[in-house]
Structure formats: structure tokens, C-alpha cells
């Protein structure tokens, strides 16, 4: 499994989002974390049809998204 946090620079909500997920993590070490910046990555944010930061995705170990 991968979570996928999706963030901006100047999104307070993100930096804390970005804490817990490190713990989740930390705890299932089997657990991928991937993050994406909409600012350095606006094509992949487009591509995920992110709206908001933070956004967090769930995918399954084909990829598939399972939650958002």
C-alpha cells in the first residue's frame, strides 16, 4: 500500500498532515509514502484531479486509488 499526500508550500493543514502520515509510516513500516507538491508538480496534481491541499490518496499495491 502507498499513501500519496498531495500539498503546497503554504498550506499550515499540510505540514501536520505530512507529521501524522510520517508516524503511520513509522508504525507499518510496509506502507509506501509518496508526497507531491502541486507547485512543483502542477501536471500530477492536474492529473489526480486534486482540488485542495491537503489531499491524501490511498493506492493499493497494483496502484489503484482505494481512498481518498
Same mark, same amino acid.
Request: net charge negative.
Given at each position: 500500500?502507498?499513501?500519496?499526500? /498531495? !500539498?503546497?508550500?503554504?498550506?499550515?493543514?499540510? +505540514? *501536520?498532515?505530512?507529521e501524522?502520515? !510520517?508516524? +503511520?509510516? #513509522?508504525?507499518? $513500516?510496509?506502507? @509506501?509514502?509518496?508526497?507531491?507538491? /502541486?507547485a #512543483?508538480? $502542477? %501536471? @500530477?496534481?492536474?492529473?489526480? %484531479?486534486? #482540488?485542495?491541499? $491537503?489531499? /491524501?490518496?490511498? *493506492? %493499493? %499495491?497494483? @496502484?489503484?486509488?482505494?481512498f *481518498?
Amino acid at each position: 500500500m502507498e499513501l500519496v499526500l /498531495v !500539498t503546497s508550500a503554504f498550506c499550515a493543514a499540510c +505540514a *501536520r498532515t505530512r507529521e501524522t502520515l !510520517t508516524e +503511520a509510516v #513509522r508504525l507499518v $513500516p510496509s506502507v @509506501g509514502l509518496t508526497e507531491i507538491d /502541486v507547485a #512543483r508538480d $502542477p %501536471d @500530477g496534481a492536474e492529473a489526480l %484531479d486534486i #482540488r485542495v491541499t $491537503p489531499t /491524501v490518496l490511498l *493506492r %493499493d %499495491d497494483a @496502484g489503484l486509488e482505494v481512498f *481518498r
